[in-house]
């Protein structure tokens, strides 16, 4: 949006009929805002996104237009994330994992084997433990809605042999998103991981520069990955969930009641979303395609293996006493 757009809508809100939304001015919405993130347009976190934006652009008349670009369109996370900083696209959704480039305690959320479902989540994340890295997040200067999104319990998909023991991963080369607390827990489980960017793991599978990848079933599902593999482990090893973030600049420049449709509508969404996963996730652990074998694992193993390496000693120490202690508060004791 224009300074002077800006200034005519400021004008038009000061002078107009009283209304927090006067009916439009240009013919068109008067704040036109960008959404981007990496899951396929028909994962639940798109499904939900178009649709608030949809509850959004009707409950300020129209004045609020956010437009939705899935799929890694406007490129990578870490591209996506220096483009919300610079303004060039407005909000954003990320894992913690990665946002932790940025906000180092956002990674928490990923520590191996520290929840034990969904329920522990949320208590944290919609807690103690969430407020601490939202708060985080908006030191750094960005946006952060309240609400996580959920991506779900990681898995492993291997296309080369089925894992099953932490040894099955000696000498494994796994895709791991860009981030210091995925290429660790890896290390410390005996593998060898690479990074690669989520839009590029496809082909880093079937062109073998990676062995197999971790990810939550819906992920692997709508991104088709279950195509590239061949085996499933259910390790359980980490939960990831999205932060939703804004350009405080741009989210700023929307009349505050404008603001506040946007928070309560998107974290209204994000709501809708964790169902929506939290659905998928279990009803694909039976059904994810013909061509891939279930392989059942004892995540006590790999975790007790992590203990061995000395991961959780380690990760305490970078993320410090008070955010350990919530996340401990949760998850009991870890390190
Ligand atoms: O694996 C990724 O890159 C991540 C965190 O973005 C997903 O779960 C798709």
Redesign the pocket.
């Known amino acids: 949006m224009s300074i002077s757009r800006r200034q005519v809508v400021k004008a038009s809100l000061a002078t107009g009929s009283g209304l927090a939304f006067p009916s439009i001015v240009f013919g068109q919405a008067q704040f036109k805002m960008k959404f981007a993130n ?2 396929p347009p028909d994962h639940p976190v798109n499904v939900r996104m178009r649709e608030a934006s949809a509850t959004i652009k009707e409950r300020t008349n129209g004045q609020v237009e956010i437009q939705v670009f899935p799929a890694s369109q406007l490129g990578s ?1 870490a591209d996506m994330l220096s483009q919300l900083r610079s303004g060039g696209i407005d909000f954003f959704m ?2 913690g ?2 946002l932790s480039s940025l906000v180092p305690v956002a990674a928490i959320n990923g520590v191996g084997f520290a929840f034990p479902d969904n329920a522990a989540v949320w208590k944290a994340m919609d807690g103690a433990l969430g407020k601490h890295v939202a708060s985080a997040i908006e030191k750094a200067g960005l946006v952060a809605f309240d609400r996580m999104w959920d ?1 779900g319990f990681r898995q492993t998909l291997s296309a080369t042999k089925p894992i099953r023991t932490p040894a099955d991963l000696t000498g494994f080369k796994i895709r791991v ?1 860009p981030s210091p607390l995925w290429t660790a827990l890896f290390k410390d489980l005996g593998a060898s991981p690479v990074t690669i960017p ?1 839009g590029e793991t496809y082909t880093a599978l079937q062109t073998k520069v990676a062995d197999g990848l971790e ?2 079933l819906a ?1 692997i599902y709508f991104a088709k990955m279950h195509e590239v593999g061949k085996f499933l482990s259910n390790t359980n090893h980490m939960w ?1 969930g999205f932060w939703f973030v804004a350009n405080r600049r741009s989210f700023q420049a929307l009349p505050a009641a404008a603001q506040d449709i946007v928070r309560q509508t998107v974290n209204a969404a994000a709501l809708k979303e964790r169902e929506d996963v939290e659905r998928l996730n279990q009803e694909l652990r039976t059904n994810i395609g013909k061509s891939v074998e279930f392989v059942n694992v004892d995540p006590a193993a790999f975790r007790k293996r992590l203990q061995d390496a000395g991961f959780y000693t380690e990760w305490k120490k970078r993320f410090g006493e008070e955010a350990w202690g919530l996340l401990e508060s949760t998850t009991g004791k870890l390190a």
């Open positions: 990496i899951m996370d990320n894992s994992l990665i991506n998103p989520w990810n939550p992920g990831d």
